[in-house]
């Protein structure tokens, strides 16, 4: 092993949002130590990720190839249906696409995200 994982960061342009978006969806917290007006952090459980600012950014156009999705997370989840109300009042908005277990979904940035889940 070379290295270990340190923080997976997501270009957008309002770091402050995002970050609390996910801080939500993930049940993380922000890192009062690793903020400021272009990079967030929040973290928990092992887990950290990164919000830097982007002004330019052209977000995803799931499922456009000419606009790939560049990075997606799975979130597992117990109900679907009730964590699919949660993440759209947060701010998220579904996609098309889906499988047998999972949903596709976009952040307030244009991200695609899943829920995976299991029947």
């Not at 156009?61 to 799975?74: E, K, N, S, T, V």
Request: aromatic content about 8%; glycine content about 8%; charged content about 25%.
């Amino acid at each position: 092993m070379i290295g270990q994982l340190r923080t997976v960061v997501i270009d957008c342009p309002d770091p402050r949002a995002l970050a609390d978006f996910y801080a939500e969806l993930l049940g993380l917290s922000l890192d009062a130590d690793a903020s400021d007006d272009g990079w967030v952090v929040i973290s928990g459980s092992g887990h950290r990720l990164a919000f830097q600012k982007a002004l330019d950014l052209r977000p995803p156009a799931w499922p456009d190839p000419a606009r790939p999705q560049q990075f997606h997370l799975d979130v597992q989840v117990e109900d679907v249906e009730v964590a699919e109300k949660r993440v759209l009042a947060l701010g998220a908005r579904r996609l098309p696409g889906q499988g047998d277990d999972f949903r596709v979904y976009a952040d307030p940035a244009g991200h695609p995200f899943c829920l995976v889940f299991s029947d």
